[in-house]
């Protein structure tokens, strides 16, 4: 399978600690995604790294992919409470992106 | 920004009856996608629709979901003798560009079936 598996399944942190998630995947990929779902609503997309690529930064999110491995990591540098969700990997083979169960962060003020 | 609007935001049905959820996709967007997010489970993607046809649907999409684009705005999914195991979340996402680009959600309808 193509799907992705986040680890770990829950991380609980304070304020200001940095946040690492991980996702394996299975198959060869186009593209890896990474999105974030609050409490009751839909995914928002936070970053999409594509396969010829191994870093990506964006604000406090840095994206690492290693495909000879076939794993990302999500990093949230100084996490804030606000950043209290679930993150969620969608590797890309074709076009549809197939989500893992995500990672359920809290983040304590 | 633009947003992917869905509704209603829940709805409950009885068992074995008819229901359809509405999306407002991104006004420039072409390519639409239903997906089911069943509490607690991840999400599961059900179809995909171009060009007033549907270029991919999952196995979770069969003879009782249709989709349809009545008109230049909306977009349905229609599930037509709901079962107990339809309660879940459905979200609608929309894309301007085919290959795996960032999609936009709408923040879902809960479905309940009773």
């Known amino acids: 399978s193509q799907q992705g598996e986040e680890d770990p399944q829950a991380l609980s942190i304070q304020e200001g600690e940095n946040a690492t998630m991980n996702c394996s995947y299975k198959t060869s990929i186009n593209n890896l995604q990474w999105y974030r779902q609050n409490s009751g609503r839909g995914l928002v997309h936070l970053i999409l790294i594509r396969s010829n690529e191994r870093e990506k930064h964006s604000g406090r999110l840095r994206v690492t992919l290693d495909t000879s491995k076939k794993s990302s990591s999500l990093l949230i540098t100084a996490s804030r409470a606000a950043d209290t969700a679930s993150y969620f990997c969608a590797t890309v083979g074709s076009y549809i992106p197939t989500f893992g169960r995500g990672t359920s962060l809290i983040v304590h003020p | 920004e633009p947003e992917v609007t869905q509704t209603p935001s829940h709805q409950v049905t009885q068992m074995g009856q008819e229901v359809i959820l509405r999306c407002v996709p991104i006004?420039?967007?072409?390519?639409f996608y239903w997906y089911r997010q069943i509490l607690g489970q991840k999400v599961e993607f059900l179809v995909s629709f171009y060009n007033n046809e549907i270029s991919e649907k999952s196995e979770i999409f069969d003879d009782q979901f249709s989709v349809e684009r009545p008109d230049g705005s909306n977009f349905t999914l229609k599930i037509r003798s709901t079962k107990l195991e339809d309660s879940a979340m459905y979200f609608c996402?929309?894309?301007?560009?085919?290959?795996?680009?960032?999609?936009?959600f709408g923040d879902g309808t809960r479905l309940s079936i009773l």
């Open positions: 996402a929309s894309s301007d560009v085919k290959g795996g680009q960032p999609q936009h």
């Open positions: 006004s420039n967007h072409l390519y």
